[in-house]
């Protein structure tokens, strides 16, 4: 299940993300504050309300992602642009106890087929770390095609770091990601 962040998530959420700091800091952005710090029920109810302002904007589309009513992780449509492009960038992470069992997967085409539907945008990039092998399968599962590298794109975990950009495009799957999702599982 997808839902809007809420503020009863504060204390889930700084605990999902302490209990995952090994599995996820090579994927996330650098930061000078320690991971303690920057994952704590307070920075929770700060990132929420300037999400909720962004998202009120139309700048950016944030959920949680539950498993079996339990805070699993999270999966951010950000950077929305209208007119022309009519796009956004996808960003995601899961539970470790959660990964491997397609929820990840089935969220992310959640998450699109809401931008692609009542959202009415017409593409979703997803940059990606080579390295990220978990990752670069999930977005490929989903239909997302590999558009290019990107040199030094994002200072990630201490560095700047190359990524895959990929994208995926509203009429790739006009049934949907989630049935193209289902479908490609039955095969």
Known sequence: ??????RSDA???SRLRQENEDWLTPWEPSAPVAWAARHTPTVYRG????????????LTLPFAVRHRDRL?????????????LRSAHVGYWIDRAAAGQGIASLAVAMACD???????????????????????RL?????????GLFRSYLDIDGAWRDHKGYAL???????????????????
């Open 11 to 13: 204390q889930a959420w």
């Open 47 to 58: 990132m929420r309300r300037a999400t909720d302002r962004r998202a009120r904007l139309g």
């Open 114 to 136: 809401h931008a692609f539907g009542p959202v009415g945008l017409h593409r979703i990039q997803a940059d990606v770390r080579p390295e990220n092998a978990r990752s670069c």
């Open 169 to 187: 495009l509203a009429d790739d799957h006009p049934a949907g990601v989630v049935a193209h999702l289902r479908r490609s599982a039955q095969s």
């Open 1 to 6: 299940m997808l839902h809007p962040l809420r």
């Open 72 to 84: 699993v992780g999270q999966v951010t449509l950000d950077n929305v642009v209208r007119g022309a």
């Open 139 to 147: 977005v490929e599962r989903l239909g997302f095609r590999e558009e």
